[in-house]
């Protein structure tokens, strides 16, 4: 959180290769992980995950390689909203 | 249910002495009847063998071990799929079949009747789950004991008469039919990675023998007449020299002996039948075992046949699994259940050219030709680990046949054919004989008056095969016998045909039997307080829901019974 | 109705299969469920506002309410006319509503596959290869002296898993905290590497490269580099010590092994790794499975097709082969044409790529509660909440199979899925199954 | 040889399986005998006739039989399964299980293939253009013996465990590899011309696998042996100099790993372990 110099509870847009989403930054309780952050599934966290599965079925839902950047004042997408981006 | 009579076909009834006989065979309402009216269905079995349905003792079919090895083998699936069909569901075979499969495989052969020969009581509920859904065959299960805490712990204070209504309670709770045992002790050793391997080594933290646990539940079978022996894998399976173990292990049972019944039941004797001092020097222990067997009245066996084929080991017998998985380097699977029993899978690949391999195949056959009373063997292949069930014509061709044996032998490993006896035995078995060994003997063994047989008010499972007993001479033509084994002309369950020239036409659901002995109440009352006391220490499951509902068999068959205690 | 209470309840959360949980209701309203998790409570509170109540159809775009009988035979419709459907879920539902899915998969020649493809899909694929060393929780209790979590955070996954079968149990040879060691292995310091005695941080996507260390100090061999995944390698000749001077260990796994990259040969190396300590001591393996049956939805699907999950029926016989007949890619691909989802989520826990296909298949839910998934879909019917509202049979972690209990009735006109799931199949036989 | 043109009426979405697209299959059948053969289209049969224009003649022997498949047919699997002669050509996108269990003959795509292109073949030639996808060259679901022999080469990249199981035959990558090339191999050779992911020969047992360009780190089941100057593939001699691995000890694998020095700085560690 330092290097970005994000505040706790800020938002933060972060962007991989397969997708973007908007979401509330807070201080890990279960630090210290330099560089790595988390995030509960659902439907936010599935805008940011690929499809290739490698004959396992199971796509790459951890250790995916994300840009984190501050979000100033974007909002965070509703459930309803997530849904209708992921139609597009 | 129509009435139907089955007109003139050649019937082996061994029960009810009846041997090849031209005669008729009258069905009601799923029953064997004196006769039936005029407008009854008939079915023409003229110039054809008519025989009760299959009665098979010991198959590994279904539960949490076979499940385990169904998951684990999708190569073993991928070759032998079975394609829906009006009547029949999709499913898959060759080694471990899928649920539907099994029932329509077994039918196919004219079985009607199987038994699971090992399941945890902790995941018994998986296998009546997988019962149920087991189609056409009747079916039931036995629960494993040798190695249960509350068992050893009684087994050490010598409280037999509590002990007997513990297993009372646990046949009811867990709708088991008889008492199985699996290298009793040695798989609590396995707690630690060890195991034992003769009948007086003691059981880490039980101070108990496996002698002590053999003998205690001898006489609880007998205190609770229990319709079937006591079941039992004995110790120091697959070990060169193990043959003297399981003579020892048959001596426990000794003085259990029931009027006519059996005390206990040695399975799958080929894995535990072998003298010698190493791998390379087993030789077969089978005349010692068959002299004992002819010789006893308080014991019955059945091989355990061996197919040069691909298989999978599957035993609660952790320990032995393990050591054979150093061997064969193939794929290991381990499963312990806590406070009772575990598991073992290996998968693995018998061979003609393989020493051990030949051994065992020779030990197999050696032991059915050599005990003489076909009442007191019976046909398995330790389904799936001596070879799949699909395979019993072979083996049946193999004992109708010396020539049939020869040829094979003469493709075994050569060291292996100079060691056996088996070149030199020329017996050949008759079809009344197969008859017994199938269907007739295991049925008296595991105690079902109604199966086995077709005597009045006998069920009408019946397996007809396309065999004229007066033409044919079995020792020529066994590819005919084992052709018409494979595929029967004619399977009827309760009085339905569910099989026609070998393909399922109409798919039943069968029952699945267990034992409910009725223990005296003050016994139960102190053994239940013991129970009460420790079963949360010992599980992490609440006892309340331990038990399985009768509601839980999809056809439930309870055979109670009146225990001495 | 006077207010009554059930003892020995089994929890609907994760597979741990609490089963001594205690609730006290009054008619149709659950007033407290005791002994379970925090979590557990959620699962007892029904008569939230988001509680499907009514079958709905969607007509002119909108999802209208509508009878059973006529949602049910849309759905049977959908799945008659669809070429290659896709039958997903199973994890939330009784193995007797999922012996009725496959039935039903099995008629319409579809795809069946359970949440497992996106959970430990990959632990049963390193079996598959590898076979497993395993036991039921309970031996575990009674004899580990050294446990492991690996990528795994059962404080907040399976919140009673350490004192019920672990490092805070009471077992008969081990009997307190101090008779156990607790190592835990993970990409952060997480709640349950706060009570371990040694926490290992590995570097994420490192796993593979650590599991191969462990073996190769475990088989006696010279493990050439300083550091593997950040690990420096005297460390692991440490754990590597640790693990074969134990007399009884147990490793738990979780989804940082198999959601990361390598997949199924993580889980593979795992299982291995426990096959060499068989060697030399005595070791087991027990996956952290998810939700409360997605182990009955691998052994029901096993046992009457051979195939724990991923299993095409759509030519008349089980196929299995993960990456072609798994959920996820076949909807990636544009493959199926029809869905239908029980007790699950994909439009919500699908990658964005797979969502934008289903979104454009006509989906059938059955749910006991709204979720983006059912409101994208074309029929909607509730299902009676099971352990709930339903009896049913569940799977624990290990295999041990449990009851599910009916503690109330379910709102009027709500099904269990069994129930429902068979007049599909029954209207499915009645429109003519072509094949 | 016989041309036989087999072209797609249309893109097909619905999951085709179609293993009579092959010259084991159609050799010595007429035009009207083929299309009329029963192919899969999801849960439907149908004629192959219905998906696919057929037109041109067919060969006796599978050996006579040159089938061109002109557009895409990422969605058909199995084509060309079990041949053992003749050739395919795939203008276009090719599916999955491409020439699966191939005996002998020669496949050819301008574009893509699908994964489990080659699984067990034990003969013939199979040539992609484009990029192939996961597990060429390897075994079945919980199977042990991948690809028994002939040859299979990749222009652009390819997905994981390339070679997986292998029991002998070559793979050639021009392009590079994703994870696990090598994975459980008991024999054969492996080429990638431009590096891998990573984890290369994890767990073999035997063979080769010789990475031009970066390896993505050594598992530390591998130990370093030698530099050499040039590494075998085949009858080709591929100038280096390599490092020398052996591995996979885990398994007791005696498989050799060759990376380019050039290419693997992250290897120069390694060096210290030569004797001066």
């Known amino acids: 959180m330092k290097e970005l110099g994000a505040l706790d509870g800020e938002n933060v847009r972060l962007k991989t290769e397969f997708g973007e989403v908007i979401l509330r930054a807070s201080v890990s309780r279960q630090a210290p992980h330099k560089r790595v952050a988390f995030i509960p599934y659902g439907a936010w966290a599935s805008m940011l995950f690929g499809t290739a599965t490698h004959t396992s079925g199971m796509p790459t839902l951890k250790g995916v390689k994300a840009t984190v950047e501050r979000a100033g004042e974007a909002k965070i997408a509703t459930l309803h909203e997530i849904t209708r981006m992921k139609g597009e | 249910m129509p009435e139907l009579l089955i007109r003139n076909g050649y019937v082996f009834d061994p029960l009810n002495g009846i041997e090849g006989e031209g005669m008729d065979v009258a069905v009601k309402d799923g029953k064997i009847v004196e006769r039936v009216g005029r407008k009854a269905r008939v079915l023409d079995a003229s110039g054809m063998t008519v025989m009760p349905g299959g009665v098979d003792i010991h198959s590994h079919i279904a539960g949490s071990k076979a499940n385990c090895a169904r998951m684990m083998r999708p190569e073993d699936h991928s070759r032998d799929p079975e394609v829906k069909t009006k009547y029949a569901r999709s499913g898959v075979g060759h080694t471990i079949p899928s649920v539907f499969t099994t029932g329509y495989r077994y039918a196919r052969m004219g079985y009607t009747t199987v038994f699971e020969p090992a399941t945890p009581p902790l995941t018994t509920r998986h296998t009546h789950e997988e019962l149920n859904d087991i189609p056409i065959i009747d079916k039931g299960c036995f629960p494993l004991f040798g190695n249960n805490w509350f068992v050893m712990e009684y087994v050490k204070q010598g409280r037999i008469e509590e002990l007997a209504a513990y297993v009372a309670w646990m046949l009811e709770a867990t709708k088991g039919y008889a008492i199985k045992i699996v290298n009793p002790g040695g798989i609590e050793a396995w707690r630690w990675g060890r195991n034992l391997r003769h009948l007086d080594d003691t059981v880490p933290n039980f101070d108990v023998t496996p002698r002590e646990i053999v003998k205690a539940l001898c006489q609880v079978n007998k205190l609770l007449d229990l319709p079937h022996a006591v079941h039992i894998h004995p110790n120091g399976l697959s070990e060169p020299g193990n043959y003297q173990t399981t003579l020892d292990t048959m001596e426990c049972a000794r003085d259990f002996r029931r009027e006519g019944r059996p005390a206990m039941h040695v399975t799958h004797v080929q894995f535990t039948g072998r003298k010698g001092w190493s791998w390379a020097d087993v030789r077969s222990g089978a005349p010692e075992i068959a002299d004992y067997v002819n010789t006893h009245d308080h014991v019955t066996i059945d091989p355990g046949q061996l197919i040069f084929t691909n298989v999978t080991w599957m035993t609660a017998d952790g320990p032995a699994m393990f050591a054979l998985f150093k061997l064969a380097k193939t794929k290991w699977f381990n499963a312990d259940v806590e406070s009772e029993t575990g598991a073992g899978i290996v998968s693995a690949t018998y061979k003609k050219s393989n020493y051990v391999n030949a051994m065992q195949w020779g030990i197999a056959l050696e032991l059915a030709l050599l005990v003489k009373d076909p009442w007191k063997i019976y046909l398995t292949t330790d389904h799936p680990n001596g070879g799949p069930f699909t395979s019993y014509p072979r083996v049946i061709s193999w004992l109708v046949s010396n020539h049939a044996r020869q040829k094979l032998i003469d493709k075994i490993n050569k060291t292996a054919k100079r060691r056996l006896n088996l070149p030199g035995i020329d017996r050949e078995y008759s079809l009344y004989e197969i008859a017994t060994i199938t269907r007739a003997a295991t049925a008296k063994s595991l105690g079902l008056e109604c199966k086995g047989h077709l005597g009045l008010g006998a069920d009408a499972d019946i397996a007809i095969y396309d065999i004229d007993p007066t033409k044919l001479d079995p020792a020529r033509e066994y590819r005919i016998v084992r052709r018409a084994f494979a595929h029967a002309a004619y399977t009827l369950k309760e009085g339905r045909i569910v099989v026609k020239k070998g393909e399922v036409v109409r798919s039943v659901r069968g029952r699945t039997f267990w034992t409910k002995p009725k223990v005296s109440e003050d016994i139960k009352k102190t053994m239940m307080a013991d129970l009460q006391s420790k079963f949360d220490d010992y599980y992490t499951v609440r006892m309340a829901n331990y038990p399985i509902e009768e509601r839980y068999l999809t056809a439930s068959q309870a055979i109670t019974t009146n225990a001495g205690v | 109705m006077p207010k009554a209470t059930l003892q020995d309840v089994l929890c609907t959360f994760c597979a741990s299969g609490c089963d001594n949980l205690e609730i006290t209701y009054d008619g149709r309203i659950i007033d407290s469920a005791r002994n379970g998790c925090a979590i557990s409570v959620s699962r007892f509170t029904t008569s939230d506002k988001s509680r499907l109540l009514k079958p709905l159809v969607r007509k002119a775009g909108k999802l209208r309410p509508t009878t059973f009988a006529r949602a049910v035979d849309r759905a049977a419709r959908i799945l008659n006319n669809a070429k290659y459907p896709l039958l997903y879920g199973w994890s939330q539902t009784s193995c007797e509503a999922i012996s009725k899915g496959i039935e039903l998969t099995e008629l319409v020649g579809g795809l069946i596959d359970n949440t497992t493809t996106s959970c430990h899909g990959p632990t049963i694929l390193g079996v598959q290869d590898a076979g497993e060393a395993t036991s039921t929780l309970g031996e575990i209790r009674h004899s580990a002296d050294l446990v492991i979590y690996w990528g795994c955070n059962p404080v907040h996954s399976h919140p009673r898993h350490t004192n019920r079968f672990t490092v805070f149990s009471k077992g008969r040879f081990r009997k307190t905290r101090k008779d156990r060691k607790l190592i835990v292995v993970d990409v952060r310091q997480t709640d349950t590497a706060k009570l371990a005695d040694r926490f290992i941080q590995v570097q994420p996507n490192g796993d593979y490269e650590l599991l191969t260390a462990l073996r190769t100090a475990i088989n006696g061999e010279q493990i050439e580099q300083e550091t593997i995944a950040g690990v420096p390698v005297e460390t692991v000749e440490e754990i590597a010590d640790m693990m074969m001077e134990c007399e009884f260990g147990a490793l738990f796994f979780g989804l940082g092994l198999t959601m990361t990259a390598g997949k199924h040969r993580n889980t593979e190396a795992a299982l291995a790794l426990v096959k060499d300590l068989n060697f030399v001591t005595k070791f087991v393996i027990v996956p952290m499975r998810g939700w409360f049956n997605v182990a009955g939805a691998n052994e029901v699907s096993t046992w009457q097709t051979g195939y724990p999950y991923a299993v095409d029926l759509s030519q008349g016989y089980p196929r299995f082969n993960p990456g072609d007949t798994s959920a996820i890619d076949a909807i990636t691909r544009g493959e199926v044409d029809a869905a239908l989802v029980v007790a699950s989520d994909p439009v919500s826990h699908f990658p964005r790529e797979a969502v934008k296909h289903l979104l454009k298949i006509p989906i059938i839910v059955l749910e006991p509660k709204r979720t983006p998934t059912s409101e994208a879909a074309e029929v909607v019917i509730p299902s009676a909440i099971l352990g709930v509202e339903a009896a049913g049979t569940i799977y624990r972690i290990d295999g041990v199979a449990l009851e599910a209990k009916k503690v109330i009735d379910p709102p009027i006109g709500v099904r269990p899925d069994v129930e429902t799931l068979d007049t599909i199949i029954r209207r499915v036989k009645k429109l003519g199954a072509r094949r | ?276």
């Not at chain 4, 192959?48 to 003649?57: N, P, R, Y």
């Not at chain 4, 484009?130 to 080469?153: E, L, P, Q, W, Y």
């Not at chain 4, 590899?177 to 008991?186: E, N, V």
Request: hydrophobic share 35%; net charge positive; with cysteine.
């Open chain 4, 1 to 276: 040889m016989a041309d036989l043109a087999i072209t797609p009426v249309r893109q097909f979405k619905i999951p085709v399986t179609a293993e009579c697209i092959s010259p084991d299959f159609v050799a010595g059948k007429s035009l009207r005998e083929t299309e009329l053969t029963q192919v899969w289209e999801g849960n439907r049969k149908v004629k192959l006739g219905s998906l696919f224009k057929v037109a041109g003649e067919i060969g006796r022997t599978p050996n006579d039989c040159a089938i061109k498949i002109a557009g895409n047919v990422s969605a058909v699997r199995r084509i060309g399964y079990e041949m053992s002669g003749g050739s395919i050509q795939i203008n276009g996108e090719a599916g999955m299980y491409l020439g699966e269990r191939m005996k002998a003959g020669t496949i050819t795509v301008t574009g893509n293939a699908g994964s489990w292109l080659g699984t067990q073949m034990r003969g013939g030639q199979i040539d992609v253009k484009g990029n192939a996808g996961d597990s060429i060259g390897g075994s079945v679901r919980g199977g042990t013996k991948g690809m028994r022999g002939g040859t299979i080469t990749i222009h652009g990249d390819c997905g994981t465990e390339a070679g997986a199981w292998m029991q002998n035959g070559m793979i050639r990558v021009r392009g590079a590899c994703d994870l696990y090339a090598g994975i459980h191999m008991k024999n054969g050779t492996i080429v990638v011309e431009r590096g891998c992911q990573g984890r290369v020969g994890a767990q073999m047992t035997g063979g080769k696998v010789i990475v031009l360009g970066n390896a993505g780190g050594v598992l530390p089941s591998f130990q370093f042996e030698e530099i050499r100057e040039r590494a075998k593939a085949g009858d080709e001699k591929i100038p280096g100099p390599f490092y020398v691995f052996s591995g996979d000890v885990n398994e007791g694998g005696k498989g050799q790993l060759f990376a380019r020095v050039s290419d693997n700085p992250d290897l120069k560690l390694n060096e210290r372990y030569l004797e001066r």
